[in-house]
């Protein structure tokens, strides 16, 4: 049963404005395939894949039978010196469906864990192979890494840093934003095309900065998922791994977002033909049912830890680095039997299909109203940006969110976005509701 008495002076909601939330409760008491119950009973449409995760939907029988089974047979054990059978089947797994030599996967809880694992990673790797003054690390503006102190440090979201900024990591630097809102405010199912390449600014300007010799690694979202899906030029990832690999510097993907299918593809790294140095992963690993991440790294950064420490004691650690959860069998078995039924039912395929169905709803219904100032859309992912209210940056897109909720849609406001990435499963109807529903609440804020 439901619990609806609610008294909200304990719960602090993230990510939320707290103080409006107590008037206009928003409350999921079930879920359901494409649909959540709220605590009033209403049927909402998960238009967003409830925050990128649920790519399976909602309540998928294998799952939950695989992660009941773990209870009764495993339910935890340390990853400390021992370790559980699950954890290695999802690795391997992990492993196999990744490209290129991206083949050692080190477990944690969370993107934002898998931000800081993986700059962890480069630091120490670069101190194994004898150049430890490697300890710059360079983002992009508006880039996501999490809310840990690495990640907000080479993250570039303005409002994600301001409070913390004394805090934050010394030696970082960032790349300039990927859009260009005059040349390419309406993308669909194409890679923009710039006329300059934008990555001239880090081999001329950045990193003479701080002398490539310097830099640990360059960490980028393949797309700005967080920030309000925004696209890469085309070529641009393949150039920025070329700059990379010049200078011996490591390249990260973080895949908390594009992972697991919503390109259409395993990761974006296959979709873009580029392959990272680590890949860092959340969210849809296990379909968001239980908290699951990790860094899928190269052969070649393993085989370095471990040389490093070839004449040490047997039983010294190569890499002070770990959770108390990592690798959790409740977890790696929720993975499995994810990883298992996206294959079962080609829903990496029906995703790229299905993404152009959006892409097509959306540039439809949404071109021509008012406010609107951009519409991108690739893989099952899509946004509308909208004209800000003067002064008041976000209202307007987070008004259109809030008229959505009550109509029975769930889209996700970034900023001035307004975000749609459903769940593989979606279908047409689904599709035509949401935007039918998203452009009606636009308009009626026009």
């Known amino acids: ?37 709220t605590h009033d009973g209403r049927q909402v449409i998960d238009g967003i894949s409830s925050l990128w995760c649920v790519g399976a939907g909602h309540n998928r029988k294998p799952i939950n039978e695989a992660i009941k089974k773990q209870l009764d047979t495993l ?24 490209p290129g030599d991206l083949n050692k996967v080190l477990f944690c809880n969370s993107g934002s864990e898998a931000a800081d694992t993986s700059m962890k990673v480069a630091l120490a790797y670069h101190r194994a192979r004898g150049e430890g003054h490697r300890n710059v690390f360079i983002g992009r503006e508006r880039g996501y890494h999490g809310v840990g102190f690495g990640g907000m440090s080479v993250g570039g979201i303005p409002a994600n840093r301001k409070a913390f900024g004394t805090a934050l990591l010394p ?7 990927i859009h260009d809102p005059v040349n390419h405010a309406y993308i669909h ?29 360059v960490i980028v979202e393949p797309v700005a998922g967080s920030a309000g899906w925004y696209l890469p030029p085309q070529g641009y990832l393949k150039r920025l791994r070329e700059i990379c690999d010049k200078h011996g510097i490591l390249l990260i993907f973080d895949e908390v977002i594009t992972g697991f299918g919503r390109m259409g593809t395993n990761f974006a790294a296959d979709f873009y033909g580029v392959v990272p140095d680590m890949l860092n992963f959340a969210k849809c690993v296990t379909n968001g049912v239980i908290p699951l991440g990790g860094v899928i790294c ?48 080609n829903l990496f395929a029906r995703a790229g299909e299905m993404g152009k169905v959006l892409g097509d709803a959306m540039h439809s219904a949404l071109k021509d109203l008012p406010n609107v100032i951009g519409i991108r859309s690739l893989g099952l992912a899509a946004v509308v940006e909208l004209a800000p209210v003067p002064g008041l940056p976000g209202k307007r897109a987070f008004d259109v969110f809030m008229d959505c909720y009550h109509k029975g849609v769930l889209v996700r406001s970034a900023g001035d976005n307004l975000v749609f990435a459903p769940p593989y499963i979606v279908e047409k109807s689904h599709i035509e509701t949401m935007v039918s529903v998203l452009a009606e609440a636009v308009k009626a804020r026009a």
Not at 171 to 177: G, I, P, Y
């Open 1 to 37: 049963m439901a619990y609806n008495d609610f008294r909200m002076d304990n719960h602090w909601l993230p990510f939320t404005p707290n103080r409006g939330f107590k008037d206009d409760p928003r409350v999921f008491v079930a879920a359901d395939g494409m649909h959540f119950t």
């Open 75 to 98: 339910d935890y054990g340390t990853a400390f010196n021992v370790t559980n059978d699950k954890a290695f089947r999802a690795a391997e797994m992990i492993a196999a469906m990744a």
């Open 171 to 177: 030696r970082v630097d960032h790349m300039r934003f």
């Open 189 to 217: 199912n194409a890679e923009p095309v710039w006329q300059e390449d934008i990555l001239t600014e880090l081999e001329n300007r950045i990193l003479p900065l701080h002398d490539p010799s310097n830099v640990a690694a």
């Open 298 to 345: 190269r052969d070649h950064i393993y085989e370095t830890m471990m040389g490093a420490h070839s004449k040490a004691p047997e039983h010294a650690i190569e890499f002070f680095h770990g959770y108390t959860y990592s690798g959790h069998p409740v977890a790696c078995a929720a993975a499995i039997a994810t990883l298992e039924l996206f294959q079962q039912e």
